[in-house]
């Protein structure tokens, strides 16, 4: 039988574009489809950190890119909308990086593997190795850095399994069973199957070989284990041939290692444009709880109500932002306890009470940059794309980390130079939003 690790040369990708962007296709090293805002700049914060190039794009492009970096990263946001959406967006964004000369691919989704019943990351794996030709792929969402580990295909967050982490309490994607397996099985078609740790210590050749055998049985959609970062090491090495590799951002970061990319590591000194600042928090995660507190004792906050926005509207958080200094620390946030959350979309719907936040969240960004504000902290992964989106950001080159996973990155907006650092719910230490700040005075 062919190479299940080799997609072949005949993958209806390249036949369909085989004309390219017609610049150097060598030029790319990997092309990544992030399924939300913060995961892809985690992504691209982790890529980075080896040195090596990458652009992160909010959407897929309509042009042609002027210039590629080792690694672009495409951020989307389709990780809760219906599954043939999730599967139009992604296709297009592969056909994107494709004929910008891709010829390896990652799509990137949560650390916590957040879906919903009709979830995402199975349809969207199968539609992209249908297009891409490819027989098998992994699914690895451990971020031992962050605390996320998978043990003989079940998640864990720290010392609890997914099921019984604050992620139980999400209110886009709660998340009810810690299995990785069982979560994948309803989403996908293909067979599912495990390489467990006990293989991954043994290295990357004995991992390779497992990953053959189950294709020899027809096992399409392989999880694998991994507690530590070594364990990602052995991963990426024993998975480099594969056309397409799914998982969260940490399995990522070693491959521009062993893609031979590198340079300067970023960090350091750097300049952020001159302005003023915001936090603006739509994430109800534990851990943007407890920054959201601690940040109140050092800023000026707004609480966003979703009950009050649903029946006065934005009007009176956009007369307190006004009335702020653009230079003082100053956070807007709908944040809340899970208890609250749940009576509010008792009340307004799940879908309406998230929209109505995100909305008042994106429409306050842009008053704020209006306002004079050029450095953006954003918490929560469908808040940070409402609210690039109402920026109206496309291209962002990536900068050094605040945290694991949370880089700051640059780009512009209305014509200005921003800063912006969008972190994905339960990332970060308690003092995030004054470490992100503080790295750019
Ligand atoms: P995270 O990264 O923590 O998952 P997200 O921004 O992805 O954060 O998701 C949080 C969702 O919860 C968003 O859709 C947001 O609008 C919604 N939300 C925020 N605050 C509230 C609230 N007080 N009541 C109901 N929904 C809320």
Not at 110 to 133: H, K, W, Y
């Amino acid at each position: 039988m062919s190479n299940p690790l080799d997609g072949g040369a005949g993958s209806r990708v390249f036949c369909a574009f085989t004309e390219g962007f017609g610049h150097g296709r060598d030029k790319m090293l990997m092309g990544c489809i992030a399924d939300d805002f913060t995961g892809a700049t985690d992504l691209a914060g982790l890529l980075a950190r080896s040195g090596a190039k990458v652009n992160l794009r909010i959407g897929v492009p309509e042009a042609a890119p002027s210039e590629v970096a080792d690694f672009e990263v495409i951020a989307l946001k389709c990780r809760t909308e219906p599954v043939a959406d999730a599967v139009a967006q992604t296709r297009a964004a592969l056909a994107w990086l494709a004929r910008a000369g891709a010829e390896r691919f990652f799509w990137k989704y949560c650390s916590t593997f957040d879906s919903t019943a009709e979830g995402n990351i199975g349809p969207v794996s199968e539609a992209l190795m249908a297009d891409l030709g490819v027989s098998q792929t992994i699914y690895c969402p451990a971020f031992p850095e962050n605390g996320r580990s998978i043990f003989m295909g079940n998640l864990f967050v720290g010392e609890q399994p997914l099921a019984e982490s604050p992620m139980k309490d999400h209110p886009l994607t709660p998340m009810r069973d810690s299995n990785l397996m069982r979560l994948l099985e309803p989403q996908v078609r293909g067979a599912v199957g495990l390489a467990n740790r006990l293989v991954v210590e043994k290295g990357a050749a004995a991992l390779k070989a497992r990953l053959a055998a189950l294709a020899a049985d027809g096992v399409a959609h392989v999880v694998v284990d991994a507690v530590s970062d070594r364990d990602l090491d052995v991963i990426a090495e024993a998975c480099l041939e594969m056309k397409l590799m799914t998982g969260g951002s940490a399995v990522a970061m070693p491959l521009p290692r062993l893609l031979g990319a590198g340079g300067t590591v970023a960090g350091g000194a750097f300049s952020a444009p001159e302005g003023g600042a915001i936090v603006l928090s739509g994430s109800c995660s534990a851990m943007t709880r407890a920054q959201v507190a601690a940040y109140l004792h050092q800023a000026a906050g707004f609480r966003l109500d979703p009950l009050e926005l649903a029946e006065h509207g934005v009007g009176p958080a956009r007369d307190w932002l006004a009335k702020q200094d653009p230079m003082a620390a100053k956070i807007m946030y709908a944040t809340a306890e899970p208890a609250a959350v749940k009576a509010v979309q008792a009340k307004l719907g799940v879908g309406k009470a998230g929209q109505i936040v995100e909305d008042a969240l994106a429409e306050l960004a842009v008053l704020a940059r209006e306002l004079g504000t050029r450095r953006f902290v954003v918490a929560g992964g469908e808040t940070s794309g409402a609210v690039t989106k109402a920026l109206r950001v496309e291209t962002l080159r990536v900068g050094p980390e605040v945290a694991p996973g949370v880089p700051w990155s640059f780009t512009r907006s209305a014509g200005h130079d921003i800063a912006l650092t969008l972190k994905s719910g339960n990332f970060g230490a308690e003092t995030f939003f004054d470490d992100a700040l503080g790295m750019l005075t």
